[in-house]
Every structure is written in structure tokens, then in C-alpha cells.
Nanobody, 117 residues
Framework: QVQLVESGGGLVQPGGSLKLSCRIS????????MNWYRQAPGKQRELVAS???????NYLESVKGRFTISEDGVNDTVFLEMNSLKPEDTAVYSC???????????WGRGTRVTVSS
């Protein structure tokens, strides 16, 4: 059974940084993509960053140059490092993994990020 658990959210001032973690238990067959989504109050969920099993990363235009997605394969963890945070980054951030080979998709419960002075 595959499970995803996020951690690292919290309250941070504008311009500050946070590093989110998503611990993944279980096995996902390649190819797959690891994704971070976010949903702000009153808005639709949006894809923030993705990292494929081939090592290619993509980002939402508004976070390019500020956010970095990475993976620690040994510890089965995907990270989202967030720098120069803005109030508009405030949202619940959720980890997602999609396995194309077996049409699998898994979600974490999310971790809340609040950027405010």
C-alpha cells in the first residue's frame, strides 16, 4: 500500500523560506512523476512543481527561480524548497505521485503554508 505524508509547513514572513518534505512508503513502477500541488482559499488546486523519474523538473511560472523540487531516493522522500516566499504562496500544499505504467495515483493529506507579516 502506497502512502504519502507531508511535513514542514508553517507560518513564515514574506521573503522567508520553508522546505516541505513528502515521505513515500511503498513502491511505484517507473515511469512516474512526483508532484507538488497547492490550493489557496477560494481558488482551484494548481500544480506547483513536478519531477519525473527521468530527472526532469517543471515549475509553475510564478514560482520559477524561487522553488526547487528534489528527491532523496535512498529515503524515499521528495522535497519542495521554497525561497523568497510571498503572501500569494499561502496555501495547503499536497504531495502527489502518478505512476503511468500501472495508472496509479496517490495523494498526501497536505501541509499548510501561511506567508504573512
Amino acid at each position: 500500500q502506497v502512502q504519502l505524508v507531508e511535513s514542514g509547513g508553517g507560518l513564515v514572513q514574506p521573503g522567508g523560506s520553508l522546505k516541505l518534505s513528502c515521505r513515500i512508503s511503498g513502491y511505484i513502477m517507473k515511469p512516474y512523476a512526483m508532484n507538488w500541488y497547492r490550493q489557496a482559499p477560494g481558488k482551484q488546486r494548481e500544480l506547483v512543481a513536478s519531477l519525473t523519474s527521468g530527472g526532469f523538473a517543471n515549475y509553475l511560472e510564478s514560482v520559477k527561480g524561487r522553488f526547487t523540487i528534489s528527491e532523496d531516493g535512498v529515503n524515499d522522500t521528495v522535497f519542495l524548497e521554497m525561497n523568497s516566499l510571498k503572501p500569494e504562496d499561502t496555501a495547503v500544499y499536497s504531495c502527489n505521485v502518478r505512476g503511468v505504467a500501472q495508472n496509479e495515483e496517490y495523494w498526501g493529506r497536505g501541509t499548510r503554508v501561511t506567508v504573512s507579516s
